[in-house]
T-cell receptor, first 111, second 116 residues
Framework: SQQGEEDPQALSIQEGENATMNCSYK?????LQWYRQNSGRGLVHLIL?????REKHSGRLRVTLDTSKKSSSLLITASRAADTASYFC???????????FGAGTRLFVKA | DVKVTQSSRYLVKRTGEKVFLECVQD?????MFWYRQDPGLGLRLIYF???????EKGDIPEGYSVSREKKERFSLILESASTNQTSMYLC???????????????FGPGTRLLVL
């Protein structure tokens, strides 16, 4: 089974609303990252949170990490149609080269 | 800005053909990766390279090989393409993180390969 599993698999909201996506993982991690992928394109790195951090902000993005529950959430505030994309969480380990990606959440923001 | 380019956006090949996918990055990154992406399966690592001529197998290396003769270029080779290798192939590059692991990866636009 995959290390990172996003929830929900798909989300449809109106422009201006907030979107929350969750990620759960199974093993100890050094960091957790969120990426965005527009349809048929490569992934774009959004934010990285380390295992000793609990919350991080970047513009309209807010990421939380709860290592005791092995979970993270990505909040996009005041969503825009341009936020329509798939969002992936990915986990990394100290000294390791493998970053394990989840299957993603598809977000659709209606104008 | 980091730029990672891939040689083709779309590729159609026949079963049994040898296929080369090329990736070039312009930021002097040590690490380069090849992933394949299939619906519902996320990204799966095929191969990783941490230096010229160095490589490590990922989770699904069977049926693939790689070549890294120059730091900026990482090639994925399908020796004899099969229909189950129809997929989206993504290349990425990164530096080592400050704690020694891989952190932020920069991705190319992807190559959508169809094997008939």
């Amino acid at each position: 089974s995959q290390q990172g599993e996003e929830d929900p698999q798909a989300l449809s909201i109106q422009e201006g609303e907030n979107a929350t996506m969750n990620c759960s993982y199974k093993t100890s991690i050094n960091n957790l990252q969120w990426y965005r992928q527009n349809s048929g394109r490569g992934l774009v790195h959004l934010i990285l949170i380390r295992s000793n951090e609990r919350e991080k902000h970047s513009g309209r993005l807010r990421v939380t990490l709860d290592t005791s529950k092995k979970s993270s959430s990505l909040l996009i505030t005041a969503s825009r149609a341009a936020d329509t994309a798939s969002y992936f969480c990915a986990t990394g380990n100290t000294g390791g080269f493998k970053t394990i990606f989840g299957a993603g959440t598809r977000l659709f923001v209606k104008a | 800005d980091v730029k990672v380019t891939q040689s083709s956006r779309y590729l159609v090949k026949r079963t049994g053909e040898k296929v080369f996918l090329e990736c070039v990055q312009d930021m002097d990154h040590e690490n380069m990766f090849w992933y394949r992406q299939d619906p519902g399966l996320g990204l799966r690592l095929i191969y990783f390279s941490y230096d010229v001529k160095m490589k490590e197998k990922g989770d699904i290396p069977e049926g693939y090989s790689v070549s890294r003769e120059k730091k900026e270029r990482f090639s994925l080779i399908l020796e004899s393409a099969s229909t189950n290798q129809t997929s989206m192939y993504l290349c990425a590059s990164s530096l080592w993180g400050r704690l020694g692991g891989v952190e932020t990866q920069y991705f190319g636009p992807g190559t959508r390969l169809l094997v008939l």
